[in-house]
């Protein structure tokens, strides 16, 4: 089954608008990813928001299958993001990947080094806000 990321509709409005106003030629592609990944999204309202699901600020742990390497990001606005902190861009490919799904899903991703699946472990939502 191939799921769908859900993103809140507040969240995916701001990121069509930083979409829009990237200018970065270095993250064209990446962006792109990012568009590609909204395109497909199912978009909710704010009374339909599930706490497990990984949205602009959640802390999430998860399992890359293949090395069985466990990890912990933040996924985070372009501007707030610092890689040494666990603070990961949006327009990261692995941000990307993760954005919209839940705490026990396990999403393919075509990573730059290759395809990989990821395994959601946890996320907190315990600071959401933009």
């Given at each position: ?16 608008e ?15 990813q ?14 339909e928001?599930n ?80």
């Amino acid at each position: 089954m191939n799921l769908k990321p859900i993103i809140l509709l507040s969240e995916y409005q701001m990121l069509r608008e930083i979409i829009k106003r990237n200018t970065d030629a270095n993250l064209t592609k990446d962006v792109q990813q990012l568009s590609n990944e909204l395109d497909r999204a199912i978009v909710i309202q704010e009374q339909e928001l599930n706490k497990k699901i990984i949205r602009i600020n959640s802390e999430v742990e998860f399992v890359e299958e293949k090395s069985k390497r466990k990890m912990k990001i933040q996924v985070v606005l372009p501007e707030n993001a610092d890689f040494k902190k666990g603070k990961i861009s949006i327009f990261a490919p692995l941000a990307t990947a993760l954005i919209g799904f839940s705490e026990n899903d396990s999403v393919n991703w075509n990573m730059p080094a290759g395809e990989t699946k990821l395994s959601i472990l946890s996320v907190s939502n315990e600071n959401p806000e933009i």
